[in-house]
């Protein structure tokens, strides 16, 4: 994890209110593992203080990128940025996923929306080619699958209306998948927290394991304020851990999706 | 040039510490910064047992500032000890412990098992977080209560005594005096301020606690102020809180009478701050011929 000024190399528009991202880092750069983030300090914004994490989609030997979505006052600003700009990054944070291992159980990847991004790298240092099953509202909201096929996965997309591949919920494909596979499989998943949740009960059903990354409104980023935990199973009892350190990546059966009373 | 401050019998290599609650336990910052830069490192409130906090969201973003519900999650003094102290005993600089209770006796408890442990800085006495239903803000909000607390700590420990004051009383000098004359060696001015933000879309609280408490420089007048009614009140020194981002902010809140400083929000957002408020102090003497830091300290003409 390294605190440094990075130098903007690309911010252009992927599709709709899509971002891509493209910074200059030549020492985060080979640190960073498939599920973690970057903890970024868009420095244009002035009254607006806090970083705003963000999934790593890719990273090369002195460059990494993010695919963000503009949703709000900082990612607005963020997409106003050019080339030759500069932001405040720490990174690579956060415990990531487990990436799969030749022989081992063939992994399924589950993403929803700009969680796709955050799937990228670890569907590229895997062994194992699995499929990815991505959802969205719309078809403007299916991400890089031009990537994942370049790297011979499998892409399988659903869109809410019907717009792009099947029409309906990311989980119908996977459970058709599941219902249908013989071997050991593993799942991974990103997203919004309703399909992460419906991805935790899947996985329990079919009695399979998987990986989590979770989402919880962050503030440091690197495990000191408390404000992102969730509760995750200890021993018999329960504890709040953090999604920037101890996630963003949960083994989904350790997760409490209630708070216990 | 001199940087360094005593507070009662704590010696600071120089005036800048952290603002307990925005700095972990040392550990996480330590991978950032050299931790040993600083004047001393303020660890996160601790009370006996272990705590599990609020439910989440529990901080927001608000303009030039944040409101924070965390409720004093903590591992207690045990855990503390065991999964903590190891790293922060190993510092060159002092460690000062938040500690808190919901009762006289569970803070002077705490006090009396780190005046054991051995090592330890200083207690910073809790008395102010907004955030938790028992505890906390009412003993720092009634000089009576106040006085107990800080007069059952100074029973149970030879350590010096930070107490930590509330913003939300009508007039600080008061509740100040109560804390000196009780046996504080310093007083840390100030914590969060009581707040809400509500989103509009939803009609629903943004924070799960629904109220929390407002920091960053959102806050730094309101904080100047409380530090300059507190600094006339006592003869104790202060350690001055509340949107520090800058040496600037820094030295004003020395100006208005505090005598060491504290940075809290900014350490999320940037945890360089601290060196950059010291490297900026420095410059700042520097630049202005003053020998020594506590020069500084109350030394705005309020006169014209």
């Known amino acids: ?110 993403a929803g929306g700009y969680g796709m991004a955050a799937m990228f790298l670890l569907a590229q240092r895997s062994p194992q080619k699995g499929i990815v099953f991505v959802g969205g509202r719309r078809r403007v909201d299916i991400l890089c699958e031009k990537e994942f096929a370049a790297i011979g996965w499998e892409v399988r997309a659903t869109t809410e209306d019907g717009s792009h591949g099947e029409k309906g919920l990311v989980t119908h494909p996977l459970l058709a998948e599941l219902k249908r596979s013989a071997g050991p499989v593993k799942l991974f998943a990103c997203g919004p927290t309703p399909m992460l949740k419906a991805i935790g009960k899947i996985a329990a059903d079919f009695n399979v394991p998987a990986e989590l990354s979770m989402d919880e409104h962050m503030c440091c980023g690197v495990g000191t304020c408390l404000a992102c935990v969730i509760p995750v199973r200890a021993g018999d009892a329960w504890e709040y851990q953090r999604t920037c350190t101890e996630g963003p990546v949960f083994d989904a059966r350790q997760i409490l999706w209630e708070l216990p009373k | 040039m001199n940087l360094s401050v005593k507070l009662g019998q704590l010696v600071m ?64 003094v045990d855990g503390f000890i065991k999964k903590y102290w190891p790293f922060l005993s190993t510092l060159k600089v002092p460690t000062i412990i938040n500690i808190w209770g919901t009762t006289v006796e569970e803070y002077a408890e705490v006090a009396r098992r780190f005046d054991a442990l051995g090592g330890v800085g200083a207690l910073e006495l809790n008395v102010s977080c907004p955030n938790i239903k028992e505890g906390g803000a009412q003993f720092g909000t009634d000089p009576k209560l106040l006085a107990q607390v800080v007069a059952a700590c100074r029973q149970a420990t030879t350590l010096p005594l930070i107490t930590k004051m509330s913003p939300n009383v009508p007039n600080i000098a008061p509740l100040a005096k109560a804390a000196e004359d009780a046996g504080s060696d310093a007083l840390a001015v100030t914590n969060s301020f009581p707040a809400m933000a509500i989103d509009i879309e939803t009609r629903r609280p943004k924070l799960a606690n629904i109220t929390g408490g407002l920091t960053g420089p959102a806050i730094k007048p309101i904080a100047i102020k409380l530090v300059w009614e507190a600094s006339k009140a006592v003869k104790i020194p202060i350690i001055g809180m509340g949107g520090i981002q800058t040496a600037a902010d820094a030295i004003e809140f020395l100006m208005a009478g505090a005598t060491a400083v504290a940075v809290g929000t900014a350490n999320f957002y940037e945890p360089q701050t601290t060196l950059q408020v010291i490297a900026g102090l420095r410059d700042f003497m520097a630049r202005k011929n003053i020998a020594d830091v506590r020069e500084l300290t109350g030394s705005f003409q309020p006169g014209k």
């Open chain 1, 1 to 110: 994890m390294l605190e440094q000024t990075v130098t903007i190399v690309a911010n252009e528009r992927d599709t709709d209110q899509y971002f891509r991202l493209v910074l200059r880092a030549p020492q985060i750069a080979p640190l960073i593992q498939p599920g973690q983030f970057a903890h970024v300090r868009i420095t244009p914004l002035k009254d607006a203080l806090l970083r705003r994490p963000f999934s790593i989609f890719q990273a090369g030997d002195d460059t990494f990128s993010i695919l963000y979505k503009n949703v709000g006052k900082g990612t607005d600003v963020l997409s106003r940025m050019a080339a030759g700009e500069e932001l405040s990054v720490i990174a690579p944070l956060g415990h990531g996923f487990t990436v799969p291992t030749a022989g081992g159980e063939t992994p399924f990847l589950i």
């Open chain 2, 13 to 76: 290599q120089n005036p800048v510490t952290v603002a307990s609650g925005t700095f972990g336990y040392g550990a996480e910052y330590a991978r950032l910064i050299d931790l040993n830069q600083l004047g001393a490192v303020t660890v996160k409130g601790i009370r006996l047992n272990p705590v599990p906090g609020n439910p989440t969201p529990r901080t927001a973003e608000v303009t030039s500032g944040m409101l924070n519900a965390i409720g004093l999650q903590g591992p207690g």
